[in-house]
């Protein structure tokens, strides 16, 4: 039992990139080699959560939960190697866990609040050193509310809403970017929403008139706009960016933890960016409502609009 333990927390240890971690990793292999010897064929198990030669790698964020949970079983099960990303590490771990256990792909779980961009920072610095490839990459995690309602900011100024569900992750693709182009044919999804809400670029951070639905409204139109520019700038790379609104009020913890009624299953938002991960003819730059092609808000054709969020963007982020 203490073996399977120690295992565990090496597994979780070793994967947050920091250099503190590898530091505890370092005493927790030290420890478990003066604590038993019997201890050595668990831990050279240990390091089988890395790609087999051939294998594709797939980037999940938010896979501790809801959707992402579902996306990061499908993609095991097509036989990739699985980086789950959340901040709950057992949640993680179980997923891990439970990707292995189907016995066709691996996975290893990342720990990054998106709330923090020295957090994303680590988070894609760790990505970049120890993967050399990157076969899809879906921006998942998100947020519907702050933890008190109000208006939040995050450890970095901005408000809350804003930096997990946009910024983050613009950061975070720009780190990664050279990988999926390494590795195209690639794919990235964005999972935007359906709730979207023009940016106003006189007020991003919601200083007046702040409500959560338009934090998150807001939020989830400026991974569109991303979306779209980022199609066209990788236009002839073979990496195939789209982005979506995967299934209203789905059976998650996003919608009931609110005290809201699903009206749809977590299979259903599955398929839709299943869709984009796979087939072979969907092209690329397209907003999707579950499976359908469709237009999104306004705003998300506007190239001026769409210019100044990327700048805005690049300057709150330091995006390469
Ligand atoms: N549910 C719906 O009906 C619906 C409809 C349209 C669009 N969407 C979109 O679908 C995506 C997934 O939603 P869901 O319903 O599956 O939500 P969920 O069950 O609440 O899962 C959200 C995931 O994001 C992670 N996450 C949240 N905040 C984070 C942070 N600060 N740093 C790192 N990870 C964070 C969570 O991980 P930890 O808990 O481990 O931090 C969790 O894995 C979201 O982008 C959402 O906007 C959902």
Same mark, same amino acid.
């Given at each position: *039992?203490?073996?399977?333990? +120690?295992i ?7 994967v ?5 971690a590898?530091? @505890?990793?370092?005493? +927790?292999?030290?420890?478990a080699?003066?604590s038993?010897?019997?201890l050595?064929a668990?831990?050279?198990?240990a390091?089988?959560? =890395?790609p087999?030669?051939?294998q ?5 964020t /938010? ?13 095991g099960?097509m /036989?990739?190697h699985v980086i789950?990303?959340?901040? !709950?590490?057992e949640r993680? *771990?179980?997923?891990v866990?439970?990707?292995e256990s189907? /016995? ?8 990054a609040? %998106?709330?923090s961009?020295?957090q994303?920072? &680590?988070?894609g610095d760790?990505i970049?050193?120890?993967y050399?490839? %990157?076969d899809?990459?879906?921006? !998942?995690?998100g947020?519907a ?6 208006r ?6 901005h408000?809350?809403v804003?930096?997990?569900?946009? #910024?983050s992750?613009f950061?975070?693709?720009?780190m990664?970017?050279p ?8 794919? +990235?999804? !964005?999972?935007? $929403? ?6 106003d ?8 008139g702040?409500? /959560? ?5 807001q $939020? @989830?139109l400026?991974q569109? %706009? ?23 009020? *789905?059976d998650?913890? *996003? ?5 809201g009624?699903?009206?749809? =299953?977590?299979?259903?938002g599955?398929?839709?960016?299943m869709?984009?991960? =796979?087939?072979?003819?969907?092209g690329?730059g397209?907003?999707? #409502?579950g499976?359908r092609?469709?237009?999104?808000? !306004?705003q &998300?054709y506007?190239?001026e609009?769409r210019?100044?969020l990327?700048?805005l963007s690049e300057?709150?982020?330091?995006a390469?």
């Amino acid at each position: *039992m203490a073996g399977i333990e +120690l295992i565990r927390k090496i597994k979780i240890t070793d994967v947050e990139g920091a250099p503190f971690a590898r530091t @505890k990793v370092v005493a +927790l292999f030290v420890a478990a080699l003066m604590s038993t010897s019997t201890l050595t064929a668990p831990l050279a198990g240990a390091q089988v959560s =890395t790609p087999r030669p051939g294998q594709q790698v797939a980037l999940i964020t /938010g896979s501790t939960s809801g959707l992402g949970h579902e996306l990061a079983l499908r993609l095991g099960a097509m /036989g990739m190697h699985v980086i789950v990303h959340g901040r !709950n590490r057992e949640r993680g *771990m179980e997923v891990v866990e439970e990707i292995e256990s189907q /016995g066709l792909g691996s996975a290893r779980f990342y720990r990054a609040d %998106l709330a923090s961009f020295e957090q994303v920072r &680590a988070f894609g610095d760790a990505i970049l050193r120890d993967y050399e490839r %990157l076969d899809v990459l879906i921006n !998942n995690a998100g947020i519907a509310r702050t933890p008190g309602g109000g208006r939040t900011l995050s450890e970095d100024g901005h408000e809350l809403v804003f930096q997990v569900n946009h #910024l983050s992750h613009f950061l975070l693709t720009r780190m990664l970017l050279p990988r999926l182009v390494e590795s195209a044919p690639s794919r +990235l999804v !964005n999972v935007s $929403s359906g709730a979207q809400q023009p940016i106003d670029f006189d007020d991003v951070m919601l200083e007046n008139g702040f409500s /959560g639905g338009r934090a998150y409204a807001q $939020s @989830k139109l400026a991974q569109i %706009l991303f979306t779209f520019d980022l199609a066209k700038e990788l236009e002839g790379s073979g990496v195939i960016v789209n982005t979506l609104h995967p299934a209203t009020y *789905m059976d998650t913890p *996003m919608v009931t933890a609110g005290g809201g009624t699903p009206r749809a =299953t977590v299979d259903e938002g599955a398929d839709a960016v299943m869709q984009l991960v =796979t087939s072979p003819d969907i092209g690329s730059g397209g907003y999707f #409502l579950g499976l359908r092609r469709a237009r999104a808000n !306004n705003q &998300a054709y506007d190239e001026e609009a769409r210019g100044k969020l990327w700048a805005l963007s690049e300057e709150l982020t330091g995006a390469p």
